[in-house]
């Protein structure tokens, strides 16, 4: 999956520094969008999972963190 | 048999979905069979009411009454009146930045019923009532998991690229809308926008690669096998957009007009009395919707407004209908809508046939015109002659609230500082006679400490 959105932004990264800025041929930008959004949705995809994770992450952390130093503590007394 | 006197809009033409259609001056919506599937979900999922709850979409009601085309028709219904339908090329930045979120804001409500925007066209938001709402209620399809959002393309082409262009470049860059009724091509936005959209990563990806991956990946293999696009990933994008329109502003612009009632050449008290005048006349005439041309901040679209009159603000600075616009919402005045329109060139008819978008003319008559400080400009500033002047507003209104200056006054003065004085015919006198050609004068009040008449008029019937 991964490899899949790199691969897109890439393709639209090097396009943009390889060809010329102004194309005249028969194109329908229709579709070129349609490619486009489909890459940036899976970007989206991937930011969103990986943050959500992150934060689940934390919250486990922060949660045994807590739980360690409570221990610790109840032990101390 | 009385014939019954119907038509399609041609502004609905577009749509397989069904069409508006007018019949003894009522406005219809015909449903068409193909579209049945797509009406049913809309209602059962709840759509429709979740969007009337956050006044979203303007209401209807479904009628009995036969289709303007009895085989393709599945239901008839019949909308809530619009009295005054505005173009985005007529709207400020503020009125097209909060229709472009109200698109967004009903994509996300659509998702989380199942449902999606099968367009998002800028045509299709209205503002009623002082706000905007979407007019086509049959702009929804069901959402089929891991698709991607099909009006994408349309939204950036309609919205976010003159918002970006007004934004970072130059607010009169609007006008492009009227030239590219679909929307404003990516690659003629990419390369009139600052190298500083470049360095905003959203506005880069969803402009400028956008408009690159229009021209470079048109054969990519996505389009036989496309990857299915998680829901999540779609509300992200949807998020996106709309964080990058929220944070948009215009940087602030100074405009000579903002100022203007600051800098009247007669005291508070003569403004004071113009409002009464005013006011006076609109108790006289009780129209139903006024246009007030050169309204400028709309100080005296206020007084219409007041008095519960469809008010339209029409001025052809920027600057001045986005101030009346933001006060009038931050206040909730629901009467006034503000649109950016040169008088001396308004709004002409356009796109297919050009039937689509009608020009502001056969938008009209308005009951009543307001043309207050106005005659002077179009008279000396350009050159138009009387004659011309009252017919146009004979064709724009049933009846006129004018005001005439006298050319010693010092604001006409101004206007004679670099040019001839070659206006002879600019007299109280020539001003009577040329306007008794289409009007009738029911009432003429002087503004007291002026040099400034107000006049109240009503068209002749010919």
């Known amino acids: 999956m991964y490899k899949q959105i790199l691969k897109g932004i890439l393709i639209v990264t090097t396009t943009s520094l390889v060809f010329p800025p102004k194309t005249y041929a028969y194109i329908d930008p229709g579709s070129g969008s349609y490619v486009f959004q489909i890459v940036l949705t899976i970007l989206f995809t991937a930011v969103i999972t990986t943050k959500t994770y992150w934060k689940k992450m934390l919250i486990f952390i922060k949660t045994l963190v807590i739980k360690l130093i409570k221990t610790k503590n109840a032990e101390g007394k | ?462």
Request: overall charge positive; proline content about 5%.
């Open chain 2, 1 to 462: 048999m009385q014939k019954v006197n119907e038509n399609i809009l041609s502004s609905s033409i577009h749509d397989p979905s069904g069409f508006l259609f007018q019949r003894d001056k009522t406005l219809y919506r015909q449903i068409n069979l193909s579209y049945k599937e797509s009406y049913y979900l809309f209602i059962k999922s709840n759509l429709y009411h979740n969007l009337l709850k956050e006044h979203l979409l303007i209401p209807h009601t479904e009628t009995s009454i036969k289709g303007y085309s009895k085989q393709d028709c599945y239901k008839v219904i019949q909308p809530e009146y619009i009295p005054f339908i505005s173009y985005p090329y007529e709207w400020c930045f503020s009125q097209l930045k909060d229709a472009a979120l109200v698109t967004l804001r009903i994509q996300k409500i659509a998702l989380e019923s199942g449902m999606t925007l099968k367009d998002a066209s800028a045509y299709n938001i209205q503002f009623h009532k002082g706000k905007p709402l979407l007019i086509d209620t049959l702009s929804f399809e069901k959402y089929k998991e891991g698709t991607p959002w099909v009006a994408y393309r349309q939204f950036c082409e309609q919205f976010l690229a003159p918002l970006v262009l007004m934004s970072s470049e130059d607010v009169r860059l609007n006008q492009l809308t009227k030239i590219y009724l679909e929307g404003i091509p990516l690659d003629l936005t990419s390369s009139l926008l600052p190298l500083k959209t470049k360095l905003r990563p959203s506005l880069f990806a969803h402009l400028h690669l956008h408009s690159l991956a229009q021209k470079h990946l048109t054969r990519h293999r996505f389009l036989k096998n496309p990857p299915s696009v998680s829901k999540i990933g779609l509300k992200g994008l949807i998020d996106n957009l709309e964080n990058n329109i929220e944070k948009l502003s215009l940087p602030s612009r100074r405009s000579p007009w903002n100022d203007y009632y600051n800098k009247t050449n007669y005291p508070k008290k003569g403004v004071i009395a113009k409002k009464h005048i005013v006011s006076r006349f609109l108790n006289l005439l009780k129209p139903k919707i006024v246009w007030d041309l050169g309204a400028n901040i709309g100080i005296y679209s206020k007084v219409a407004a007041q008095k519960n009159i469809l008010t339209i603000a029409i001025d052809n600075d920027h600057t001045v209908v986005e101030t009346c616009y933001l006060d009038n919402k931050k206040v909730g005045e629901k009467n006034i809508l503000p649109l950016v329109i040169d008088i001396t060139n308004p709004s002409a008819s356009m796109g297919w046939n050009n039937q689509e978008q009608r020009s502001l003319i056969e938008r009209g008559p308005a009951d009543t015109i307001l043309a207050l400080a106005l005659l002077h400009h179009l008279a000396i500033t350009h050159n138009l002659p009387f004659a011309n002047i009252a017919r146009f507003f004979s064709q724009a209104g049933r009846s006129l609230i004018i005001e005439f200056i006298q050319k010693e006054d010092s604001q006409v003065q101004k206007l004679l500082t670099t040019r001839d004085d070659i206006f002879n015919t600019y007299t109280q006198g020539n001003f009577e006679k040329e306007f008794l050609v289409y009007f009738s004068i029911r009432d003429k009040v002087p503004i007291p400490t002026s040099l400034r008449t107000i006049y109240v008029m009503e068209k002749r019937n010919k």
